[in-house]
């Protein structure tokens, strides 16, 4: 089964179902990045408790919100193009898969070098390999 065709305008045009699949990989990732921007946008010092980390200078609060706030707002902005612009469909889940694959190597890595983790440690990775299978998968379909 073929999935793409090629239209008169001599765009490639996936199968509806790649693109159904696509809208909701692009609107989870878009929601998770939107939740934590809010989250640590908002409620950054228990959020930091929660992973074990303490906020001890505005400094430190400052790259704490840019880091989980800021640029998961970056990153979900580029998403949020992808699910409604078309020439921004490849480059958000291609953004999706990195980050989601970045984030796993980091885990991976601490857990090797430093020991286990938690049971939010866990789950993250679980869903970040989910997430690069289905958005590699998705590239190769698109």
């Not at 765009?11 to 693109?19: A, F, K, Q």
């Not at 289905?134 to 379909?141: Q, S, V």
Request: proline share 4%; hydrophobic share 50%.
């Amino acid at each position: 089964m073929q999935t793409h065709t090629i239209s008169t305008t001599g765009r490639s045009e996936t199968s509806p179902w790649i693109g159904l699949i696509t809208k909701v990989f692009l609107g989870m990732n878009l929601a998770v990045y939107l939740a934590f921007t809010i989250a640590f946008f908002l409620f950054p010092v228990p959020l930091a408790g929660m992973i074990g980390l303490s906020v001890h200078s505005s400094a430190a609060l400052a790259d704490l919100r840019a880091m989980y706030g800021g640029m998961c707002f970056g990153v979900g902005l580029l998403i949020f193009y992808g699910l409604n612009k078309e020439d921004f469909k490849i480059p958000a889940i291609l953004l999706s898969v990195a980050s989601a694959g970045g984030l796993f190597l980091a885990r991976l890595y601490t857990l090797l070098l430093d020991g286990p983790g938690n049971e939010y440690i866990y789950l993250s990775m679980i869903t970040e390999i989910g997430s690069v299978c289905i958005g590699l998968w998705l590239l190769k379909k698109r």
